[in-house]
């Protein structure tokens, strides 16, 4: 055991605390190794009724995993490293969302990516006024995983999809209102994503992704023309699988399912050469300009897109 999860029982909860506070309790392997450990043994164990997730410090409950590692080990040892990953993050996240105890999570400050995998499938799912949700793993050369594509497919009209595809951040009454979250304490501000409903779901809709954002681009909104400028900074092969992946999931019937398809097109997304260049200049360099391949929407093969969902059909 390390002490970047502090693992206790105390008055029938078993809790969970990530311990990383400098990295926003950034997830590794042993980290979710260890996590899981625990779940599966406090299974049978009588004295713990119910579980609870936090992490350590006031900066949030989990920036995500650590994509820095992991972009490391996958240098060193390609998809092997690739597999052991993700078998890992996503065991534990089906064991959460099917575990028999309540489980609550504490979704306070940042929670992200697969602190997101964590706690979105909790049975009980709190946030609180100073709440950032979000999936931003398109600026990384990625797509949403850890199963919360089953959450966001299921929101109201193509919210959703503007999520997953954009990254963007939520506060708390806006995670409540697209199923990430239960409910939220303290006094917390209004929604604002009800007022964007009209553009979002207009610009959003098909299976395009060029569409998609040229509509963005076109549409008299300003809201709608800086989101279709911020689509273009993300990943364009990563927007292109977000979007069939997220079309995908609207059919799977549960998190299992969606993690399974997850596990599928996550093993050749992070071998691709966006991944690492994502992640260098998101996290290592940062300097904020990553180069893609291809550099635009345009120039997408849907063909190739589609290759990554042929073992799943």
């Given at each position: ?24 309790n ?15 043994d ?21 920036s ?8 490391t ?15 890992i993050?996503?065991?534990v996240d ?27 499938h ?6 609180r006024?100073d ?21 966001l ?12 595809l ?5 506060g708390?009454?806006d ?8 409910r ?7 929604a ?6 009209h553009w979002i779901?207009?610009?959003?809709a098909?299976?395009d ?25 993300r990943?364009?092969f ?5 979007l069939?992946a997220?079309r995908?999931?609207?059919n799977?019937?549960?998190v ?5 398809q ?17 992640v ?15 550099g635009r929407?345009?120039?997408v ?13």
């Open positions: 055991m390390s002490d970047d999860v502090l693992l206790e029982v105390t008055d029938g909860v078993g809790r969970i605390t990530l311990n990383r506070p400098r990295q926003i950034a997830l590794t392997l042993g980290m979710l190794a260890e996590t899981g450990d625990r779940l599966v406090w299974l049978d164990d009588d004295t713990v009724e119910r579980v609870r997730l936090t992490g350590a410090g006031e900066r949030g409950l989990c995500g995993a650590d994509v820095r590692a992991l972009r080990d996958l240098a060193e040892r390609g998809e092997a490293a690739a597999e052991a990953f993700f078998t993050e996503y065991g089906a064991l959460i969302a099917n575990y028999p105890k309540p489980v609550r999570a504490d979704l306070f400050g940042i929670t992200m990516g697969g602190g997101m995998g964590l706690a979105a909790c049975s009980e799912r709190v946030v006024a709440s950032r949700l979000a999936m931003p793993e398109t600026i990384i050369g990625l797509f949403p995983d850890v199963g919360v594509l089953y959450e497919s299921r929101a109201p009209g193509e919210l959703g999809t503007h999520l997953a954009t990254g963007s951040r939520v708390a009454a995670a409540v209102l697209v199923g990430l979250a239960d939220a304490e303290g006094d917390v501000p209004d604002t994503l009800p007022a964007q409903r779901d207009e610009c959003y098909g299976d992704p060029v569409a998609i954002v040229r509509r963005l681009e076109d549409h008299a909104v300003a809201a709608a023309r800086d989101t279709g400028a911020l689509l273009r900074q990943c364009p990563a927007v292109a699988v977000s069939a997220i995908r999931a609207a799977l019937p549960d299992a399912a969606v993690l399974g997850d596990h599928a097109l996550a093993v050749p997304m992070v071998q691709r050469p966006d991944f690492s260049e994502g260098r200049a998101q996290v290592v360099d940062k300097d904020r300009t990553p180069s893609w391949h291809p929407l345009e120039g093969d849907p063909a190739d897109v589609q290759a990554l969902f042929a073992a799943l059909d």
